[in-house]
């Protein structure tokens, strides 16, 4: 067993074991409910403008650290803007696009998947194929090439988003379709006469709903960090718009005498990417017991 697969394995089990508490998932819960929240009004609780410019008190600590000012509790960056609502704004732009990249990217991979499995023969073959070039390539290397070559817009980077992971939910949506379409209900459907699209998608998709939402949640976490990452290196959201991938590049050159400023949205990072991953277990777990351990 390689070292990568160890720290993976190690990672999926406390995750589990995380999911398995009754306390841990509604406080996971609870935590993704309050960023929903963030997401959608962030714009109506933000005490300051996120690019509100305030020299006078650039770089201001938290209360309670020496140094504070309850003009700006939470601290400010260094051109003296507001963190807390810099971190609201942030985390509603990263919340934003993980979702929709999320989205696009399972209605990619199941529009791709179900006609994987309708026409079968060479289109089988040549998306299968797409699936197993996506999965085999650093889909992150990549991303890094096209922002290089056509430059950063927000089509572009919408697009880069929705094309990550994308081939997992073709990939599980062809193997479902392949063995729900021979059950018995969509048997009668088709001896009834049923067109095919409507066996599809009145019958056999809200039969396949559960694994492919399941899905949606375990790919999330993956999606928000590949957004974030790709705006810590200056790829993804710039300025003035910030992210939280953003907001903790511009903090890393500060950690020594200003550490809030990538601490902060840090640790926002880490508890979205766990308290979804959390949810998605315990959701799988709900919907297939036979997971349970």
């Known amino acids: 067993m390689t070292a990568t697969s160890l720290v993976h394995g190690r990672r999926f089990s406390l995750i589990r074991r995380l999911s398995n508490t009754p306390v841990t998932v509604l406080l996971a819960g609870g935590f993704m409910a309050l960023m929903l929240f963030v997401m959608v009004f962030a714009q109506v609780v933000q005490p300051y403008a996120f690019d509100h410019i305030d020299l006078l008190n650039r770089m201001a600590p938290p209360v309670p650290l020496e140094g504070s000012t309850w003009i700006h509790p939470a601290g400010t960056d260094t051109l003296g803007r507001d963190l807390f609502s810099r971190l609201l704004v942030g985390t509603q732009t990263s919340m934003l696009l993980a979702l929709l990249g999320t989205c696009l990217g399972a209605v990619l991979g199941v529009a791709l998947g179900f006609l994987a499995a309708h026409k079968g023969g060479i289109w089988d073959e040549g998306i299968m194929g797409l699936v197993d070039f996506q999965a085999a390539m650093p889909w992150f290397i990549i991303a890094l090439a096209i922002l290089a070559f056509l430059g950063n817009s927000m089509v572009i980077f919408i697009a880069i988003m929705a094309l990550y992971g994308w081939e997992t939910y073709a990939r599980i949506t062809r193997g479902l379709v392949l063995s729900a379409r021979e059950q018995g209900y969509a048997l009668a459907v088709r001896g009834l006469g049923a067109r095919p699209s409507w066996i599809y998608l009145r019958h056999i998709l809200p039969n396949i709903a559960g694994p492919l939402l399941v899905q949606l949640t375990v790919n999330f976490p993956s999606t928000i960090l590949f ?33 809030w400023l990538a601490v902060v949205p840090g640790l926002t990072i880490f508890f979205i990417t766990l ?18 351990d």
């Open 227 to 259: 957004e974030t990452s790709l705006s810590f290196l200056g790829l993804g959201i710039r300025p003035p718009m910030t992210s939280l991938g953003q907001m903790l590049g511009e903090g890393r050159d500060y950690l020594i005498n200003a550490w």
């Open 275 to 292: 308290s979804m991953s959390i949810l998605g277990d315990w959701l799988r777990g709900k919907l297939d017991p036979s997971l349970e």
